[in-house]
């Protein structure tokens, strides 16, 4: 691909960063020679075509605002309507809060509208990347607006899910389960910066979220029954001894 200066540096990014992001989501690599203001993108077809999607897309954002076909099938996007007064709490300062969402789940993410231009009066925050780092995202994003704006997406000990874009179904076991946290459940569960979850998500390999006052588990449906188990038994801990039948499992070792 050949690029003028100011977006061959805007693609590369302080650092690399973006660059090194658009490499990471796509599963591309990409070769960008300064010099010439050229792009050379390796990857197989699918990984090839992705890159260049997001190159064009961070392109787009230099200029002006972003939009994107959503009637178009693919299989890459999760689409987040996020309301007017969450979308600069979801940035952060200087977009810092959405680059280290980026960073966490290894995921490509900005605003843009549709094509179509039927935004419902929301801004669309749209995610990039494989399936597992595009739940993770959307987690994370749900998480914060509801913080902002509780009831909206926890409502009468419910979990509400937006409507998703055409393409980001999933068929088989992936689903969310959740779980209500009651009283001085939600800070114990938890830790001290996130540790217990981070703890949590990573013995299980389940997406693990808290969504106002829910314990949201995102993954196939051994990852999420995992992440479950190992949450009640750190709350039962609070009351005392706990019993676990572990003949039957496979993911314990007992010493």
């Not at 050379?40 to 002006?64: C, L, S, V």
Request: proline share 2%.
């Amino acid at each position: 691909m050949d690029v003028d200066a100011n977006d061959a540096a805007f693609i590369l990014g302080r650092g690399g960063q973006t660059k090194q992001k658009i490499s990471r989501v796509s599963g591309a690599e990409l070769d960008l020679n300064e010099r010439e203001n050229k792009i050379t993108i390796y990857g197989t077809r699918k990984q090839r075509k992705a890159a260049r999607d997001y190159i064009g897309y961070i392109m787009m954002q230099r200029t002006g605002e972003v939009k994107i076909d959503l009637d178009e099938e693919r299989d890459d996007i999760t689409v987040v309507k996020v309301p007017d007064d969450c979308v600069a709490f979801c940035m952060g300062r200087g977009g810092q809060t959405l680059r280290s969402m980026e960073q966490e789940w290894g995921s490509l993410m900005f605003f843009a509208k549709s094509a179509a231009g039927s935004n419902d009066g929301k801004e669309m925050l749209m995610i990039f990347g494989p399936l597992r780092a595009r739940r993770g995202a959307e987690m994370k994003v749900m998480s914060a607006v509801e913080h902002k704006r509780p009831g909206t997406f926890v409502r009468d000990g419910e979990l509400f899910m937006q409507k998703r874009v055409r393409g980001d179904e999933v068929d088989g076991s992936w689903d969310v389960d959740w779980l209500l946290l009651e009283g001085d459940e939600f800070s114990y569960a938890l830790g001290a910066g996130g540790s217990t979850r981070k703890k949590l998500a990573a013995a299980s390999g389940c997406i693990l979220e808290y969504v106002g006052n829910m314990a949201c588990f995102c993954g196939y449906k051994r990852e999420r029954r995992r992440a479950k188990d190992y949450l009640k038994w750190l709350l039962k801990q609070r009351d005392g001894p706990v019993t676990v039948d572990y003949e039957e499992r496979d993911d314990v070792t007992v010493v």
